[in-house]
């Protein structure tokens, strides 16, 4: 039997589409899926897993990654908070509050935009916890405040927030026919398409630029329309040994003039 595919999976990614897919394609290959903390996703990629949806970026030099989708960014509130006034908010909205600051937070702010907690939550799962508890608010991409979702609390889009993207990534010197298998399932390809890919034909690095269009070869013979091949005239001009038909009538003319005149 051939060997399990070990697919990494960082907190929340959706994988019911994609294992559904593999099965059909796939059916003789288990696909074991293992939930990780995002932290922790490249070590274990690098200790041996296949591949992983993993939060990006990653070492470039260590592993190829294939972007997926950007997620929206939204701050985690009690029901009753002011914050829920207004159904979308920016990060100037967040001044007055106190932000809490997961150990496993999977942002990059360039600055805080408001007063941090100085105690750190050891998880996102408790830091929602902490804001039931009206320690703070949490700003997080979406899925995660819906993964954690309480009835006492909710959530509003942050529209000018740092984002998370999420991607598929795999160690740059073990790429496999399953592997690309997995490759064409994220991303869409037909089971035809999937398959018709040889393991010899290059990968797209995630920092290499699609090539440059080049204009269409000629083929010998062939010119393309508009274009005279050796030996074509266009309409109005004379092929060689051609006259027009005046000139023509001009020769048989003078022709039989002259012999009359010997």
Same mark, same amino acid.
């Given at each position: 039997?051939?060997?399990?595919?070990?697919?990494?999976?960082?907190? @929340?990614?959706?994988?019911?589409?994609?294992?559904?897919?593999?099965?059909?394609?796939?059916?003789?290959?288990?696909?074991?899926?293992?939930?990780?903390?995002?932290?922790?996703?490249?070590?274990?990629?690098?200790?041996?897993?296949?591949?992983?949806?993993?939060?990006?970026?990653?070492?470039?030099?260590?592993?190829?990654?294939?972007? #997926?989708?950007?997620?929206?960014?939204?701050?985690?509130?009690?029901?009753?908070?002011?914050?829920?006034?207004?159904?979308?908010?920016?990060?100037?909205?967040?001044?007055?509050?106190?932000?809490?600051?997961?150990?496993?937070?999977? #942002?990059?702010?360039? $600055?805080?935009?408001?007063?941090?907690?100085?105690?750190?939550?050891?998880?996102?799962?408790?830091?929602?916890?902490?804001?039931?508890?009206?320690?703070?608010?949490?700003?997080?991409?979406?899925?995660?405040?819906?993964?954690?979702?309480?009835?006492?609390?909710?959530?509003?889009?942050?529209?000018?927030?740092?984002? $998370?993207?999420?991607?598929?990534?795999?160690?740059?010197?073990?790429?496999?026919?399953?592997?690309?298998?997995?490759?064409?399932?994220?991303?869409?390809?037909?089971?035809?398409?999937?398959? @018709?890919?040889?393991?010899?034909?290059?990968?797209?690095?995630?920092?290499?630029?699609?090539?440059?269009?080049?204009?269409?070869?000629?083929?010998?013979?062939?010119?393309?329309? @508009?274009?005279?091949?050796?030996?074509?005239?266009?309409?109005?001009?004379?092929?060689?040994?051609?006259?027009?038909?005046?000139?023509?009538?001009?020769?048989?003319? $003078?022709?039989?003039?002259?012999?009359?005149?010997?």
């Amino acid at each position: 039997m051939p060997t399990p595919f070990r697919l990494l999976v960082v907190p @929340g990614v959706t994988m019911d589409k994609w294992t559904r897919l593999w099965a059909e394609r796939l059916p003789d290959v288990e696909l074991v899926v293992e939930p990780v903390p995002a932290k922790d996703a490249p070590g274990l990629l690098l200790d041996g897993a296949d591949a992983g949806l993993v939060r990006l970026p990653v070492d470039p030099d260590a592993f190829h990654a294939i972007p #997926l989708y950007t997620e929206t960014t939204v701050v985690v509130v009690p029901k009753d908070h002011l914050l829920t006034v207004a159904e979308e908010l920016t990060v100037a909205d967040l001044a007055d509050e106190t932000l809490l600051s997961p150990l496993d937070d999977v #942002l990059s702010w360039p $600055s805080m935009p408001a007063a941090v907690l100085a105690e750190r939550p050891e998880t996102t799962a408790a830091a929602v916890e902490w804001v039931a508890a009206s320690a703070g608010v949490l700003v997080v991409p979406q899925s995660l405040a819906r993964a954690h979702h309480r009835k006492d609390l909710t959530y509003r889009v942050l529209t000018d927030a740092p984002t $998370s993207s999420v991607g598929l990534a795999w160690v740059r010197d073990r790429h496999t026919d399953l592997v690309e298998e997995m490759i064409g399932i994220v991303r869409g390809r037909t089971a035809n398409s999937t398959r @018709g890919r040889t393991s010899d034909q290059p990968v797209r690095r995630q920092d290499d630029q699609p090539a440059s269009r080049q204009p269409a070869k000629k083929t010998a013979g062939h010119k393309p329309s @508009g274009q005279k091949t050796a030996g074509q005239k266009t309409a109005g001009q004379k092929t060689a040994g051609q006259k027009t038909a005046g000139q023509q009538a001009g020769k048989r003319a $003078s022709g039989p003039a002259k012999r009359r005149g010997r």
